[in-house]
């Protein structure tokens, strides 16, 4: 019987070493080192998003009219800082506010939704959302290069504002651009700010 008793207690130490493995690495996964520290990313796969990001773009045929819908939501909800917890995507718009974080994750998980190509760009203090949007529309606005690829800023902080926004950061405060559902990284050769 002692046997069978340090066999099972065996068993379940496996098991709990397994599952704290587990939780480190997921943990581990939505996390990026940046000057300011540690970003934590909350992006959503979820039906309620996919739902949301439909629903926001039922009216548009394009990819530049499916962006411009989801920035506008994103943009109007209320800007507010919440030091002590970041906000999912779902309880942002059931908040309906929320900071450069939880707006940005809640716009980037929308464009995941509908299949655009978009990335976080991480500066001191802030994150945005850039898109790589093919538009004869977009042609003259100035975009953020990165290695000979063109992406349009989408600022979720800005009211009311419009695909290809300003850059209003030095490229040398740019910390990250980060690919957001895999939180990895982009290696960057060559970056620029023009048309």
């Not at 039906?47 to 949301?52: G, L, P, R, S, V």
């Not at 109007?76 to 917890?85: A, D, G, K, R, V």
Request: net charge positive; glycine share 2%; proline share 3%.
């Amino acid at each position: 019987m002692k046997n069978f008793s340090l066999s099972i207690i065996f068993i379940f130490f496996i098991g709990f070493l397994y599952i704290t493995v587990k939780a480190i690495e997921i943990s581990n996964k939505t996390k990026i080192s940046t000057s300011d520290g540690v970003y934590t990313s909350y992006t959503s796969n979820s039906k309620d998003i996919k739902q949301k990001a439909y629903e926001l773009t039922k009216n548009c045929k394009t990819k530049l009219c499916k962006t411009q819908a989801l920035l506008d939501f994103t943009s109007n909800i209320p800007y507010s800082t919440n030091l002590f917890q970041k906000n999912s995507p779902q309880t942002t718009i059931q908040q309906n506010f929320g900071d450069c974080d939880d707006k940005s994750n809640l716009l980037i998980s929308m464009l995941h939704a509908l299949n655009i190509e978009a990335y976080f760009v991480l500066v001191p203090k802030h994150i945005f959302v850039i898109v790589k949007l093919k538009d004869s529309r977009l042609a003259k606005k100035r975009g953020l290069w990165i290695n000979k690829e063109k992406y349009y800023i989408l600022e979720s902080t800005a009211k009311n504002s419009k695909v290809a926004y300003p850059l209003r950061y030095r490229l040398n405060q740019i910390d990250a651009i980060v690919e957001p559902f895999q939180n990895k990284k982009i290696d960057i050769d060559k970056l620029g700010f023009r048309v």
